[in-house]
Antibody
Framework: EVQLLESGGGLVQPGGSLRLSCAAS????????MSWVRQAPGKGLEWVSA????????YYADSVKGRFTISRDNSKNTVYLQMNSLTAEDTALYYC?????????????WGQGTLVTVSS | DIVMTQSPDSLAVSLGERATINCKSS????????????LAWYQQKPGQPPKLLIY???TRESGVPDRFSGSGSGTDFTLTISSLQAEDVAVYYC????????FGQGTKVEIK
């Protein structure tokens, strides 16, 4: 059974940093791209970032480019999202999603999310 | 960026009746190399993460009931629930994956 468990969320001041983690199990982790998608309270879905199975290729939404860094450790079956220079607009529930093998770039399994609140 | 616009924002349908949600993209998401539309539909119930229903505009994900169907091509797409059940109350999102990922704003489906 595929499981994705996000952690690392919390309350942070504007300008601060957080590192989110997503621990995966139930599938061959290194074979699949992974993505982060966020959802502001009461709002819709916004894709944030994605990483290839090998970790060689990364993608970012314009809204986070230069501030967020996605990475993965295939030996630990974990994907990370390092978030710097946080603003109130980054407040959201952050979901980790496993992408399908074919086609990629759609999430076939999602974690329950970890909440990030940016506030002074 | 490709902008996805869904209509309506919400709809109320009687149990057993048909629900139809529309999604329009600001540019074509038809991949000429694959001859497939890079368009997916998700269902999100309150307090839960999204669930993939359909991809390539009309391919049902494994385990999804056949009352859910997708259609359309190019820039105009439709998700149809042929006979609404109580468990289908949710917000539905379309997503294009032709160029990065972008989602529609969501359509809330309720029981009339």
């Amino acid at each position: 059974e595929v499981q994705l468990l996000e952690s690392g969320g919390g309350l942070v001041q504007p300008g601060g940093s957080l590192r989110l983690s997503c621990a995966a199990s139930g599938f061959t982790f290194s074979r699949y791209p992974m993505s982060w998608v966020r959802q502001a309270p009461g709002k819709g879905l916004e894709w944030v970032s994605a990483i290839s199975g090998s970790g060689d290729t990364t993608y970012y939404a314009d809204s986070v480019k230069g501030r967020f860094t996605i990475s993965r450790d295939n030996s630990k079956n974990t994907v990370y999202l390092q978030m710097n220079s946080l603003t109130a607009e980054d407040t959201a529930l952050y979901y980790c999603a496993k992408e399908k093998a074919v086609p990629t770039a759609i999430g076939d399994f999602w974690g329950q999310g970890t909440l990030v609140t940016v506030s002074s | 960026d490709i902008v996805m616009t869904q209509s309506p924002d919400s709809l109320a349908v009687s149990l057993g009746e048909r629900a139809t949600i529309n999604c329009k993209s600001s540019q074509s998401v038809l991949s000429s190399s694959k001859n497939k539309n890079d368009l997916a539909w998700y269902q999100q119930k309150p307090g839960q993460p999204p669930k993939l229903l359909i991809y390539w505009a009309s391919t049902r994900e494994s385990g999804v009931p056949d009352r859910f169907s997708g259609s359309g091509s190019g820039t105009d797409f439709t998700l149809t629930i042929s006979s609404l059940q109580a468990e289908d109350v949710a917000v539905y999102y379309c997503q294009q994956f032709y160029s990065s990922w972008t989602f529609g704003q969501g359509t809330k489906v309720e029981i009339k």
